[in-house]
């Protein structure tokens, strides 16, 4: 279930005692709790201390190809991810999922013949780089495959008591 503004304010009251559980807000509630809210995840930022969500998604594989740019802009569009973690799967045509382990760069750098093609990717590692991180897989896809993979994304400020 996404998080909304509301579960997580309410939540926050129900913890306080201030909310019975079922209880829901009213809207100069909604409207005072999202203000704090946003103000609390603001501040965070500021203080350089990022609060994240694990985004899920998934990106087409071309054959032969194992790196990918991800961000706005990038060759997988969206946010740019501060990490990426598992859980990470290869789905092949036939819908057969096989686990794709994720690396660390020390990992990633004792592997010594990086372009290597293989019949589905084994291994990912994630470059954060900026503006646009860099998915590496290895070894390289035969086939065209689909990568499912979970990252971490900051948590931005709500527009509205109800927006995840």
Wanted: charge should be negative; aromatic fraction near 8%; hydrophobic fraction near 40%.
């Amino acid at each position: 279930m996404a998080a909304t503004a509301s579960t997580m304010i309410i939540r926050a009251l129900q913890m306080l005692g201030e909310k019975a559980i079922g209880g829901t807000l009213t809207t100069d509630e909604g409207t005072a709790y999202l203000s704090a809210l946003n103000a609390m995840l603001e501040s965070r930022l500021l203080e350089g201390l990022m609060v994240y969500k694990i985004n899920e998604r998934s990106h087409d594989l071309t054959s032969s190809v194992g790196t990918y740019t991800i961000g706005d802009g990038g060759v997988i569009t969206g946010p740019r991810p501060t990490r990426i973690v598992q859980p990470c799967f290869i789905r092949d045509s036939d819908g057969a999922d096989s686990p794709v382990e994720v690396l660390d760069q020390a990992a990633y750098g004792s592997i010594a013949l990086k372009t290597v093609d293989g019949s589905s990717p084994q291994y990912l590692y994630y470059q954060p780089s900026y503006p646009l991180g860099i998915i590496k897989l290895y070894p390289e896809p035969e086939a065209s495959l689909t990568l499912y993979f979970s990252s971490w994304l900051p948590l931005q400020s709500f527009g509205a008591v109800g927006i995840t």
